[in-house]
């Protein structure tokens, strides 16, 4: 019986990974978004990239869900340096808990390499943020690699 269940895992796995090619899986292997929170590591388990009304939206978070990090920016952007504010075109938003939610009000986004055509972006960023009563919150060594769809 656990020979069988084995089996049927791997042949699975294998089907899977034939159909998605290896570009896909590639994407899903190197999808991160990771930055120091306050002087302590917060990194990304689970990660998406959209493209939607010329924005790319990059979303990550702990397993759990508890922790999140969203990055906003136009679907143009090329490589650069970009002011980040609490309105803007460069938004980026950590979220501590579903209740205490931090906009960046000031740092930068470097975006590094976008390529359009394997919608694959990646970039460092830091910041300040301010959540609605005003606490901040102090956002360094921030970096990230995303394949959007």
Do not use: W
Not at 48 to 73: D, E, L
Not at 125 to 133: A, I, T
């Amino acid at each position: 019986m656990k020979t069988s269940r084995i089996f049927l895992f791997l042949a699975l796995s294998s089907i899977v990974i034939s159909q998605s090619g290896c570009k896909t899986m590639e994407r899903v292997l190197y999808n991160h978004i990771r930055a120091t929170v306050n002087s302590k590591l917060f990194s990304t388990q689970v990660i998406s990239g959209t493209s939607v009304a010329g924005r790319i939206t990059i979303a990550g978070s702990t397993t759990t869900g508890s922790q999140a990090m969203t990055i906003i920016v136009p679907a143009t952007i090329k490589a650069g340096t970009y002011k980040l504010t609490s309105t803007g075109s460069y938004l980026i938003e950590y979220k501590a808990t579903s209740n205490d939610v931090y906009a960046a009000s000031s740092g930068e986004l470097i975006i590094t390499s976008h390529d359009t055509n394997l919608k694959k972006i990646s970039g460092t960023f830091h910041f300040k943020g301010l959540n609605l009563k005003s606490v901040a919150v102090d956002v360094t060594a921030g970096n990230f690699t995303v394949s959007y769809f």
